[in-house]
Protein backbone atom coordinates (compact mmCIF):
# COMPACT_ATOMS: atom_id res chain seq x y z
CA UNK A 1 0.00 0.00 0.00
CA UNK A 2 2.94 2.43 0.55
CA UNK A 3 4.64 2.03 -2.54
CA UNK A 4 1.12 2.80 -4.46
CA UNK A 5 1.41 5.93 -2.13
CA UNK A 6 4.72 7.09 -2.99
CA UNK A 7 4.10 6.08 -6.78
CA UNK A 8 1.20 8.44 -6.38
CA UNK A 9 3.01 11.17 -4.60
CA UNK A 10 5.38 11.41 -7.25
CA UNK A 11 2.48 11.21 -10.49
CA UNK A 12 1.25 14.48 -9.19
CA UNK A 13 4.58 16.05 -8.08
CA UNK A 14 5.28 15.61 -12.22
CA UNK A 15 2.11 16.71 -13.14
CA UNK A 16 1.89 19.75 -10.52
CA UNK A 17 5.49 20.96 -11.79
CA UNK A 18 4.41 20.09 -15.46
CA UNK A 19 0.88 22.40 -15.14
CA UNK A 20 3.04 25.18 -13.48
CA UNK A 21 5.50 25.19 -16.66
CA UNK A 22 2.88 25.27 -18.69
CA UNK A 23 0.91 27.95 -17.78
CA UNK A 24 3.86 29.99 -17.05
CA UNK A 25 5.19 29.57 -20.11
CA UNK A 26 5.34 32.99 -22.05
CA UNK A 27 3.16 32.65 -25.29
CA UNK A 28 4.91 32.97 -28.40
CA UNK A 29 4.98 36.75 -29.94
CA UNK A 30 3.94 37.62 -33.35
CA UNK A 31 3.21 40.85 -35.70
CA UNK A 32 0.09 41.73 -37.86
CA UNK A 33 1.37 43.74 -40.30
CA UNK A 34 -0.15 45.53 -43.53
CA UNK A 35 1.13 47.22 -46.66
CA UNK A 36 1.80 50.84 -47.65
CA UNK A 37 -0.23 51.75 -50.54
CA UNK A 38 0.09 53.95 -53.19
CA UNK A 39 -3.79 55.89 -54.22
CA UNK A 40 -6.06 58.38 -53.08
CA UNK A 41 -7.19 59.86 -50.00
CA UNK A 42 -10.53 61.98 -49.74
CA UNK A 43 -10.86 63.84 -46.60
CA UNK A 44 -14.80 64.39 -45.29
CA UNK A 45 -16.80 66.19 -43.02
CA UNK A 46 -20.25 64.00 -42.14
CA UNK A 47 -23.14 65.55 -41.23
CA UNK A 48 -27.09 64.94 -41.54
CA UNK A 49 -30.15 67.06 -42.71
CA UNK A 50 -33.13 67.07 -44.14
CA UNK A 51 -34.47 67.06 -47.87
CA UNK A 52 -36.88 70.45 -49.41
CA UNK A 53 -37.79 71.85 -52.24
CA UNK A 54 -35.67 74.64 -52.98
CA UNK A 55 -38.74 77.07 -53.11
CA UNK A 56 -41.78 75.98 -51.12
CA UNK A 57 -45.16 78.23 -51.10
CA UNK A 58 -47.98 78.25 -48.21
CA UNK A 59 -50.97 79.39 -49.90
CA UNK A 60 -53.48 81.14 -47.91
CA UNK A 61 -56.78 82.68 -48.23
CA UNK A 62 -57.63 86.07 -47.98
CA UNK A 63 -61.01 86.23 -47.53
CA UNK A 64 -63.21 84.34 -44.86
CA UNK A 65 -65.66 82.02 -45.90
CA UNK A 66 -66.71 78.04 -45.96
CA UNK A 67 -64.77 75.75 -49.19
CA UNK A 68 -67.28 74.68 -51.37
CA UNK A 69 -64.71 73.06 -53.91
CA UNK A 70 -61.74 71.48 -54.25
CA UNK A 71 -59.92 71.23 -57.58
CA UNK A 72 -56.43 69.56 -56.13
CA UNK A 73 -55.41 67.08 -54.04
CA UNK A 74 -51.94 65.83 -52.50
CA UNK A 75 -49.30 65.37 -55.24
CA UNK A 76 -51.39 67.28 -57.72
CA UNK A 77 -49.52 69.10 -60.35
CA UNK A 78 -50.49 72.93 -60.68
CA UNK A 79 -49.62 75.94 -63.26
CA UNK A 80 -49.16 79.50 -61.66
CA UNK A 81 -52.89 81.05 -61.99
CA UNK A 82 -54.49 77.75 -61.83
CA UNK A 83 -57.66 77.97 -59.61
CA UNK A 84 -57.17 75.04 -56.90
CA UNK A 85 -60.07 75.91 -54.22
CA UNK A 86 -63.15 78.30 -54.19
CA UNK A 87 -65.33 79.85 -51.28
CA UNK A 88 -68.66 80.18 -51.39
CA UNK A 89 -69.82 82.95 -53.63
CA UNK A 90 -72.65 84.58 -52.42
CA UNK A 91 -72.24 86.84 -49.88
CA UNK A 92 -68.99 88.49 -51.78
CA UNK A 93 -71.62 88.95 -54.71
CA UNK A 94 -74.29 90.70 -52.21
CA UNK A 95 -71.87 92.73 -51.28
CA UNK A 96 -70.43 93.75 -55.14
CA UNK A 97 -74.02 94.20 -55.72
CA UNK A 98 -74.18 97.02 -53.31
CA UNK A 99 -70.98 98.51 -53.86
CA UNK A 100 -72.36 98.85 -57.44
CA UNK A 101 -75.34 100.13 -56.09
CA UNK A 102 -73.80 102.74 -54.23
CA UNK A 103 -71.47 103.73 -56.59
CA UNK A 104 -74.24 104.31 -59.45
CA UNK A 105 -76.00 106.29 -56.58
CA UNK A 106 -72.97 108.66 -55.60
CA UNK A 107 -72.37 109.01 -59.74
CA UNK A 108 -75.71 110.49 -60.13
CA UNK A 109 -75.70 113.04 -57.23
CA UNK A 110 -72.20 113.91 -58.93
CA UNK A 111 -74.44 114.36 -61.71
CA UNK A 112 -77.17 116.54 -60.16
CA UNK A 113 -74.30 118.63 -57.96
CA UNK A 114 -72.84 119.66 -61.66
CA UNK A 115 -75.82 120.83 -63.00
CA UNK A 116 -76.84 122.33 -60.33
CA UNK A 117 -73.41 124.51 -60.13
CA UNK A 118 -73.74 124.91 -63.84
CA UNK A 119 -77.04 126.67 -62.88
CA UNK A 120 -76.02 129.23 -60.33
CA UNK A 121 -73.30 130.02 -62.32
CA UNK A 122 -75.44 131.45 -65.12
CA UNK A 123 -77.32 133.28 -62.23
CA UNK A 124 -73.83 134.79 -60.77
CA UNK A 125 -73.23 136.23 -63.94
CA UNK A 126 -77.05 137.66 -64.90
CA UNK A 127 -76.78 139.10 -61.25
CA UNK A 128 -73.45 140.72 -62.17
CA UNK A 129 -74.65 142.28 -64.74
CA UNK A 130 -78.00 143.51 -63.33
CA UNK A 131 -76.43 145.14 -60.43
CA UNK A 132 -74.30 146.68 -63.05
CA UNK A 133 -76.76 148.22 -64.43
CA UNK A 134 -78.59 148.99 -61.36
CA UNK A 135 -82.03 146.45 -61.98
CA UNK A 136 -81.40 144.62 -58.40
CA UNK A 137 -79.54 145.01 -54.95
CA UNK A 138 -76.37 144.26 -53.36
CA UNK A 139 -78.12 141.61 -51.54
CA UNK A 140 -79.32 139.77 -54.06
CA UNK A 141 -75.93 139.82 -56.03
CA UNK A 142 -73.94 138.74 -52.84
CA UNK A 143 -77.19 135.59 -52.45
CA UNK A 144 -76.31 134.65 -55.77
CA UNK A 145 -72.28 134.60 -55.68
CA UNK A 146 -72.83 132.40 -52.37
CA UNK A 147 -75.11 129.70 -54.10
CA UNK A 148 -72.68 129.65 -56.43
CA UNK A 149 -69.72 128.81 -53.99
CA UNK A 150 -71.94 126.45 -52.28
CA UNK A 151 -72.87 124.10 -55.69
CA UNK A 152 -68.72 124.46 -56.27
CA UNK A 153 -68.25 122.77 -52.65
CA UNK A 154 -71.30 120.67 -53.49
CA UNK A 155 -69.62 118.94 -56.55
CA UNK A 156 -66.32 118.15 -54.67
CA UNK A 157 -68.31 116.57 -51.84
CA UNK A 158 -70.19 114.06 -54.65
CA UNK A 159 -66.99 113.65 -56.14
CA UNK A 160 -65.22 112.44 -53.27
CA UNK A 161 -68.44 110.37 -52.27
CA UNK A 162 -68.14 108.84 -55.38
CA UNK A 163 -64.11 108.05 -55.47
CA UNK A 164 -65.50 106.38 -51.59
CA UNK A 165 -68.21 104.29 -53.53
CA UNK A 166 -65.66 103.30 -56.07
CA UNK A 167 -63.00 102.27 -53.65
CA UNK A 168 -65.96 100.25 -52.30
CA UNK A 169 -66.97 98.42 -55.27
CA UNK A 170 -63.13 97.66 -55.76
CA UNK A 171 -62.99 96.06 -52.69
CA UNK A 172 -66.01 94.32 -52.93
CA UNK A 173 -64.77 93.00 -56.16
CA UNK A 174 -61.60 92.29 -55.46
CA UNK A 175 -62.69 90.17 -52.17
CA UNK A 176 -64.87 88.03 -55.14
CA UNK A 177 -61.67 87.13 -57.14
CA UNK A 178 -60.21 86.25 -53.42
CA UNK A 179 -62.67 83.44 -52.78
CA UNK A 180 -60.69 81.81 -56.10
CA UNK A 181 -57.98 80.37 -54.55
CA UNK A 182 -55.36 80.27 -57.00
CA UNK A 183 -51.59 78.87 -57.40
CA UNK A 184 -49.16 81.56 -57.26
CA UNK A 185 -46.30 78.83 -59.01
CA UNK A 186 -46.04 76.21 -60.91
CA UNK A 187 -45.34 73.29 -59.04
CA UNK A 188 -46.61 70.27 -56.73
CA UNK A 189 -49.12 70.12 -54.03
CA UNK A 190 -47.65 68.28 -51.26
CA UNK A 191 -50.08 68.83 -48.34
CA UNK A 192 -53.45 70.26 -48.39
CA UNK A 193 -55.39 71.19 -45.32
CA UNK A 194 -58.81 71.85 -45.73
CA UNK A 195 -61.94 70.11 -47.19
CA UNK A 196 -64.87 70.59 -48.96
CA UNK A 197 -67.65 72.31 -46.14
CA UNK A 198 -64.86 73.88 -43.78
CA UNK A 199 -65.14 77.02 -42.75
CA UNK A 200 -61.63 79.29 -43.02
CA UNK A 201 -61.26 82.13 -41.34
CA UNK A 202 -58.71 85.21 -42.54
CA UNK A 203 -57.89 87.37 -39.55
CA UNK A 204 -54.78 88.31 -38.21
CA UNK A 205 -52.59 85.56 -39.66
CA UNK A 206 -53.81 83.48 -42.97
CA UNK A 207 -54.44 80.30 -42.46
CA UNK A 208 -52.17 77.94 -44.30
CA UNK A 209 -54.63 75.74 -47.11
CA UNK A 210 -51.80 74.43 -48.99
CA UNK A 211 -48.22 73.94 -49.18
CA UNK A 212 -46.79 73.62 -52.60
CA UNK A 213 -43.25 72.53 -53.78
CA UNK A 214 -42.15 74.36 -56.71
CA UNK A 215 -39.88 72.44 -58.35
CA UNK A 216 -39.18 68.86 -56.97
CA UNK A 217 -36.45 68.34 -59.64
CA UNK A 218 -33.90 70.58 -57.99
CA UNK A 219 -34.19 70.42 -53.92
CA UNK A 220 -31.93 70.96 -51.53
CA UNK A 221 -30.20 69.75 -47.74
CA UNK A 222 -30.07 71.95 -44.79
CA UNK A 223 -27.00 69.79 -42.81
CA UNK A 224 -25.78 71.23 -39.18
CA UNK A 225 -22.36 70.96 -39.42
CA UNK A 226 -20.32 70.92 -36.12
CA UNK A 227 -18.05 74.68 -35.19
CA UNK A 228 -14.91 72.72 -35.22
CA UNK A 229 -15.29 71.44 -38.55
CA UNK A 230 -17.32 74.35 -39.94
CA UNK A 231 -14.05 76.07 -41.16
CA UNK A 232 -13.17 73.33 -43.30
CA UNK A 233 -16.56 73.77 -45.77
CA UNK A 234 -16.46 76.13 -48.68
CA UNK A 235 -18.80 76.69 -51.60
CA UNK A 236 -19.28 74.24 -54.60
CA UNK A 237 -17.26 71.43 -52.55
CA UNK A 238 -18.68 68.22 -53.75
CA UNK A 239 -21.08 66.24 -51.60
CA UNK A 240 -22.38 62.59 -51.54
CA UNK A 241 -25.34 61.42 -49.25
CA UNK A 242 -27.56 58.32 -48.94
CA UNK A 243 -31.13 58.12 -47.74
CA UNK A 244 -32.94 55.47 -45.81
CA UNK A 245 -35.19 54.66 -48.71
CA UNK A 246 -31.91 53.91 -50.85
CA UNK A 247 -29.34 52.48 -48.74
CA UNK A 248 -27.24 51.05 -51.47
CA UNK A 249 -27.57 54.33 -53.71
CA UNK A 250 -25.15 57.35 -53.15
CA UNK A 251 -26.59 60.77 -54.57
CA UNK A 252 -24.30 63.82 -55.27
CA UNK A 253 -24.39 67.50 -54.50
CA UNK A 254 -22.83 70.26 -53.95
CA UNK A 255 -22.20 72.82 -51.24
CA UNK A 256 -24.21 76.39 -52.01
CA UNK A 257 -24.36 78.05 -49.01
CA UNK A 258 -22.69 78.64 -45.55
CA UNK A 259 -24.54 80.46 -43.21
CA UNK A 260 -23.32 82.52 -40.59
CA UNK A 261 -26.18 82.41 -37.98
CA UNK A 262 -25.36 79.72 -35.00
CA UNK A 263 -27.34 77.31 -33.88
CA UNK A 264 -27.22 76.76 -29.97
CA UNK A 265 -28.77 73.61 -28.72
CA UNK A 266 -27.61 72.51 -24.96
CA UNK A 267 -24.41 74.56 -25.46
CA UNK A 268 -23.29 72.78 -28.55
CA UNK A 269 -22.86 75.00 -31.65
CA UNK A 270 -23.36 74.43 -34.92
CA UNK A 271 -23.92 75.61 -38.44
CA UNK A 272 -26.75 75.30 -41.54
CA UNK A 273 -24.97 74.58 -44.66
CA UNK A 274 -26.99 74.16 -47.79
CA UNK A 275 -26.35 71.29 -50.35
CA UNK A 276 -28.34 71.76 -53.58
CA UNK A 277 -29.30 68.15 -55.11
CA UNK A 278 -30.31 67.00 -58.46
CA UNK A 279 -33.19 64.90 -58.55
CA UNK A 280 -34.65 64.72 -61.88
CA UNK A 281 -35.17 61.00 -60.99
CA UNK A 282 -37.83 61.98 -59.11
CA UNK A 283 -36.65 59.43 -56.39
CA UNK A 284 -36.07 61.92 -53.49
CA UNK A 285 -39.14 63.62 -51.59
CA UNK A 286 -39.24 66.42 -49.53
CA UNK A 287 -38.27 65.36 -45.41
CA UNK A 288 -36.03 62.56 -45.76
CA UNK A 289 -33.37 62.32 -43.58
CA UNK A 290 -29.99 62.47 -45.71
CA UNK A 291 -26.49 61.41 -44.39
CA UNK A 292 -23.92 63.47 -46.15
CA UNK A 293 -20.19 63.44 -46.62
CA UNK A 294 -18.97 66.46 -47.96
CA UNK A 295 -15.58 66.32 -49.33
CA UNK A 296 -13.38 68.90 -47.77
CA UNK A 297 -9.59 67.98 -48.94
CA UNK A 298 -8.52 65.20 -52.08
CA UNK A 299 -4.98 64.28 -52.67
CA UNK A 300 -4.24 61.85 -55.27
CA UNK A 301 -1.23 59.24 -56.05
CA UNK A 302 -0.11 59.56 -52.27
CA UNK A 303 1.77 56.91 -50.08
CA UNK A 304 -1.30 55.62 -47.74
CA UNK A 305 -0.70 54.59 -44.34
CA UNK A 306 -2.92 52.58 -42.21
CA UNK A 307 -4.15 54.42 -39.09
CA UNK A 308 -3.97 51.68 -36.94
CA UNK A 309 0.31 51.68 -37.67
CA UNK A 310 0.09 54.91 -35.60
CA UNK A 311 -1.55 53.86 -32.52
CA UNK A 312 0.71 50.20 -32.17
CA UNK A 313 3.53 50.31 -29.53
CA UNK A 314 5.72 47.04 -28.58
CA UNK A 315 4.53 46.31 -24.95
CA UNK A 316 5.93 42.89 -24.31
CA UNK A 317 9.38 42.45 -22.20
CA UNK A 318 12.46 42.03 -24.35
CA UNK A 319 10.87 43.58 -27.31
CA UNK A 320 12.15 47.05 -26.66
CA UNK A 321 12.05 49.27 -29.77
CA UNK A 322 15.65 49.15 -31.94
CA UNK A 323 17.12 51.87 -33.27
CA UNK A 324 15.46 53.89 -36.42
CA UNK A 325 15.46 52.56 -39.61
CA UNK A 326 17.77 54.74 -41.07
CA UNK A 327 20.26 55.67 -37.76
CA UNK A 328 18.73 57.80 -35.73
CA UNK A 329 17.01 56.73 -32.44
CA UNK A 330 12.74 56.52 -32.05
CA UNK A 331 12.58 59.13 -29.84
CA UNK A 332 10.24 60.19 -27.30
CA UNK A 333 7.43 58.63 -26.51
CA UNK A 334 5.82 62.82 -26.71
CA UNK A 335 6.01 62.09 -30.56
CA UNK A 336 3.16 59.54 -30.74
CA UNK A 337 -0.21 60.11 -31.60
CA UNK A 338 -2.48 59.98 -27.96
CA UNK A 339 -5.53 59.74 -29.79
CA UNK A 340 -7.96 60.83 -32.22
CA UNK A 341 -6.99 60.60 -36.10
CA UNK A 342 -3.15 60.40 -36.55
CA UNK A 343 -2.46 63.49 -38.89
CA UNK A 344 -5.59 65.02 -38.29
CA UNK A 345 -4.60 66.77 -35.51
CA UNK A 346 -6.35 69.21 -33.33
CA UNK A 347 -9.82 70.16 -32.50
CA UNK A 348 -10.87 69.73 -36.43
CA UNK A 349 -10.73 65.86 -35.87
CA UNK A 350 -9.76 63.80 -39.34
CA UNK A 351 -8.70 65.10 -42.35
CA UNK A 352 -6.59 68.61 -41.54
CA UNK A 353 -3.85 68.25 -43.81
CA UNK A 354 -1.37 69.56 -40.91
CA UNK A 355 2.12 67.32 -41.21
CA UNK A 356 2.80 65.83 -37.93
CA UNK A 357 6.17 63.72 -36.64
CA UNK A 358 5.38 60.23 -35.63
CA UNK A 359 6.93 56.89 -35.87
CA UNK A 360 5.61 53.27 -36.52
CA UNK A 361 7.76 49.90 -36.33
CA UNK A 362 8.74 47.48 -39.07
CA UNK A 363 9.33 43.83 -38.52
CA UNK A 364 13.49 43.58 -39.00
CA UNK A 365 14.84 40.51 -37.39
CA UNK A 366 11.38 39.45 -36.16
CA UNK A 367 11.72 42.28 -33.80
CA UNK A 368 9.37 45.67 -33.96
CA UNK A 369 12.17 48.42 -34.97
CA UNK A 370 10.88 51.95 -35.05
CA UNK A 371 11.04 54.53 -38.01
CA UNK A 372 9.49 57.90 -38.61
CA UNK A 373 7.02 59.26 -40.35
CA UNK A 374 5.66 62.61 -41.19
CA UNK A 375 2.26 62.70 -41.73
CA UNK A 376 -0.57 64.90 -43.49
CA UNK A 377 -4.17 64.24 -45.10
CA UNK A 378 -6.05 61.59 -43.28
CA UNK A 379 -9.49 60.22 -43.13
CA UNK A 380 -10.82 56.95 -40.73
CA UNK A 381 -9.33 54.42 -43.21
CA UNK A 382 -5.68 55.66 -44.25
CA UNK A 383 -3.29 58.56 -43.57
CA UNK A 384 -1.47 60.70 -46.09
CA UNK A 385 2.56 59.84 -45.82
CA UNK A 386 4.35 63.72 -46.38
CA UNK A 387 7.70 62.45 -45.46
CA UNK A 388 9.68 59.11 -44.41
CA UNK A 389 12.55 56.44 -45.29
CA UNK A 390 9.26 53.87 -46.46
CA UNK A 391 8.32 53.05 -49.69
CA UNK A 392 4.89 51.40 -51.13
CA UNK A 393 4.55 48.01 -50.42
CA UNK A 394 7.00 48.17 -47.33
CA UNK A 395 4.78 46.17 -44.46
CA UNK A 396 4.20 47.97 -41.09
CA UNK A 397 3.22 46.46 -37.68
CA UNK A 398 -0.79 47.05 -36.37
CA UNK A 399 -1.47 44.85 -33.64
CA UNK A 400 0.45 42.41 -31.83
CA UNK A 401 -0.55 38.91 -31.39
CA UNK A 402 0.83 36.94 -28.22
CA UNK A 403 3.04 38.39 -25.16
CA UNK A 404 1.77 40.21 -22.93
CA UNK A 405 -1.14 41.65 -25.92
CA UNK A 406 -3.56 39.34 -24.19
CA UNK A 407 -3.29 41.18 -20.77
CA UNK A 408 -3.16 44.47 -21.87
CA UNK A 409 -5.42 44.38 -25.06
CA UNK A 410 -6.46 48.09 -24.44
CA UNK A 411 -2.65 49.11 -25.39
CA UNK A 412 -1.95 47.51 -28.03
CA UNK A 413 -1.77 47.53 -31.54
CA UNK A 414 -5.98 46.71 -32.47
CA UNK A 415 -7.15 50.40 -33.45
CA UNK A 416 -10.63 49.12 -32.52
CA UNK A 417 -10.10 48.27 -29.21
CA UNK A 418 -9.45 44.64 -26.90
CA UNK A 419 -9.71 41.46 -28.92
CA UNK A 420 -12.56 39.05 -27.47
Known amino acids: MKKYLIILAIVLAISSMLGFLYYTKKPEISYKTAKIERGTIISNVAA ?51 SQGNYFSAEANLQKAKIALIDAERTFKRNKQMLADGIISQGDYDAAETTLNSSKASVTGAEGALAQARGSLMQAQTNLRYSVIRSPVDGVVISRAVDVGQTVAASFSTPTLFTIAQDLTKMQIEVSVDE ?193
Open 48 to 98: TGNLSAVTTVQVGTQVSGTIQKLSVDFNSRVKKGQAIAEIDPSLFNASVQQ
Open 228 to 420: ADISRIQLHQKASFTVDSYPEQTFRGTVIQIRTAPVITQNVVTYVVVVSVDNSDMKLKPGMTANVSVEVAKKDDVLKLPPAALRFKPKAKGDEPKEKVGGEHAGASGQRSTGGMPGGGGKGGPGKARERSLQVYLLTNGKPAATPVKTGLANNSSIELVESSLKEGDEVIVEQVGGDAKKKAGAGASPMGPRF
